[in-house]
Nanobody, 128 residues
Framework: QVQLVESGGGSVQSGGSLRLSCVAS???????????MGWFRQAPGKEREGVAA???????SYSDSVKGRFTISRDNAKNTLYLQMNSLKPEDTAMYYC???????????????????WGQGTQVTVSS
C-alpha cells in the first residue's frame, strides 16, 4: 500500500505564499519515481477539483485558476511532492489533498478517478 501525508497548510492574507509538502511511503511497490503525483482541493459544499500534476518524466500541468501562481515539483530522493503557492487569493481557500497513481498523468484536465491513493488533506485559508 501507499501512504501519503500532507503538511504546510495554514492561514495567510491575500497575496501571501505557502508551500505544501506531501511525503509518500510506498510499502509495497517502491515505485514513487514512476507515479503520477497530483494536488487537488475541495472547498465546503463543492466537488474536489484538480489543481496541478507532475508526471514521472517531470512534465507538469495546472488548472487555469492557478496557472502562473502555483508551481508543482517533486524530489524523488526524498519521496516528496511539493506545491509552491504564490499570490494567494481568498478563492484558493480549501482543503488541499495529495494524490498518487501508478500511471502516467493524463493529457487532459485532472479527474478524481485518475488517482488511486490519497492523503488526508491540509487546510489552506486565505483572508482578504
Amino acid at each position: 500500500q501507499v501512504q501519503l501525508v500532507e503538511s504546510g497548510g495554514g492561514s495567510v492574507q491575500s497575496g501571501g505564499s505557502l508551500r505544501l509538502s506531501c511525503v509518500a511511503s510506498d510499502y509495497t511497490y517502491s515505485r514513487f519515481r514512476s507515479y503520477c503525483m497530483g494536488w487537488f482541493r475541495q472547498a465546503p459544499g463543492k466537488e474536489r477539483e484538480g489543481v496541478a500534476a507532475i508526471d514521472s518524466d517531470g512534465s507538469t500541468s495546472y488548472s487555469d485558476s492557478v496557472k502562473g501562481r502555483f508551481t508543482i515539483s517533486r524530489d524523488n530522493a526524498k519521496n516528496t511532492l511539493y506545491l509552491q503557492m504564490n499570490s494567494l487569493k481568498p478563492e484558493d481557500t480549501a482543503m488541499y489533498y495529495c494524490a498518487a497513481d501508478l500511471a502516467f498523468c493524463p493529457s487532459r484536465a485532472l479527474r478524481v478517478g485518475d488517482f488511486g491513493y490519497w492523503g488526508q488533506g491540509t487546510q489552506v485559508t486565505v483572508s482578504s
